[in-house]
Nanobody, 115 residues
Framework: QVQLVESGGGLVQPGGSLRLSCAAS????????QGWYRQVPGKQRELVVG???????NYADSVKGRFTISGDNAKNTVYLQMNSLKVEDTAVYYC?????????WGQGTQVTVSS
């Protein structure tokens, strides 16, 4: 079993920055991919960014050049640095961790971009 705990969400003004963290605990062997999705009420969850075990990244077009995924293997933590935030980035952000057997999800953290 894997547990994912997210932190770092909050309220920020347009143009501001936030950094989300996703700490993994439990059996994290054989990870195929990790990353972040986001969801707004009434819409499907959408991929923000994914990173494969080989380090290849896949960013949504809407966040390219503004968001950056990174990781700290020693801490089993993945980060999402979000810069130049826009009102349309407002959503609940979920981290995920994909193994050969299943995909694990964090509990979600709210990001609100508003003036």
């Amino acid at each position: 079993q894997v547990q994912l705990v997210e932190s770092g969400g909050g309220l920020v003004q347009p143009g501001g920055s936030l950094r989300l963290s996703c700490a993994a605990s439990g059996s994290t062997a054989r990870i195929y991919g990790q990353g972040w999705y986001r969801q707004v009420p009434g819409k499907q969850r959408e991929l923000v960014v994914g990173i494969s075990s080989g380090g290849n990244t896949n960013y949504a077009d809407s966040v390219k050049g503004r968001f950056t995924i990174s990781g700290d293997n020693a801490k089993n933590t993945v980060y999402l640095q979000m810069n130049s935030l826009k009102v349309e980035d407002t959503a609940v952000y979920y981290c995920y961790l994909q193994t050969i057997a299943t995909t694990y999800w964090g509990q979600g953290t709210q990001v609100t971009v508003s003036s």
